[in-house]
């Protein structure tokens, strides 16, 4: 099993560009989720899904968005990208059933700078 | 508003000098306490669930606590290969998990 990938590992946008961010899973998990890391601080959820179809709002999803049309792959679109938005971005995934949720993996991240 | 938080925020340690790193959290519905390992430049690495107070887990040099306020995270006789950001993050059955932010742990040789 890959786990969770995401693509590109690298990218430098420049103000008012678009982008989406790519992460997919072949763990078969229900659950996953975007976050961003910033220098020195922990992970805030920007958006998350519980199954093909469904998606809800984190705590920072301003300036993006996100479809799961399969429950394997999960972009993460940013439109207009602002400085603001430079950051380590982060999928990850779980499996939840009627125990609840379990330990979510992620994936290794995608460096973005918006100049 | 669950708030989680984690201390200290940096630790050095020389190799073979045991310590702790703590978690404590205001969450309401505690139902485990998930920690990660971070090196840098990498995506988090999860490390242990803890469903109970009182219960522990461990895996090497590193072993997890839990108490109804607080997770502690202990490290015994480190190695450089030890040094990492170590991240908690309590859950409560709620989709979400609210993460601290962390504690920058560095083991000299």
């Known amino acids: 099993n890959a786990g969770v990938t995401q693509t590109p590992k690298f990218r430098i946008l420049k103000i008012g560009q678009s982008m989406t961010l790519q992460c997919a899973q072949d763990?078969?998990?229900?659950?996953m989720y975007w976050y961003r890391q910033d220098p020195g601080m922990g992970l805030k959820l920007i958006y998350y899904s519980v199954g093909a179809g469904i998606t809800d709002k984190g705590e920072v999803p301003n300036g993006y968005n996100v479809s799961r049309s399969t429950t394997e792959d999960f972009p993460l679109r940013l439109e207009l990208a602002a400085p603001s938005q430079t950051s380590v971005y982060f999928c990850a995934s779980s499996y939840s059933g009627l125990a609840g949720a379990y330990e979510q993996y992620f994936g290794p991240g995608t460096r973005l700078t918006v100049t | 508003e669950d708030q989680v938080t984690q201390s200290p925020e940096a630790l050095r340690l020389q190799e073979g000098e045991s310590s702790s790193l703590n978690c404590s959290y205001t969450v309401s519905g505690l139902r485990g306490l998930f920690w990660y390992r971070q090196d840098p430049g990498k995506g988090p690495e999860f490390l242990f669930t803890l469903y109970s107070a009182g219960e522990e887990k461990e895996k090497e040099r590193l072993k997890a606590t839990l108490t109804k306020k607080e997770s502690f995270l202990h490290i015994t006789a480190p190695k450089p290969e030890d040094s990492a950001t170590y991240l908690c993050?309590?859950?409560?059955?709620?989709?979400?998990?609210?993460f601290g932010s962390g504690t920058r742990l560095q083991v000299q040789p």
């Open positions: 993050a309590p859950y409560t059955g709620r989709r979400a998990l609210t």
């Open positions: 763990m078969n998990h229900n659950y």
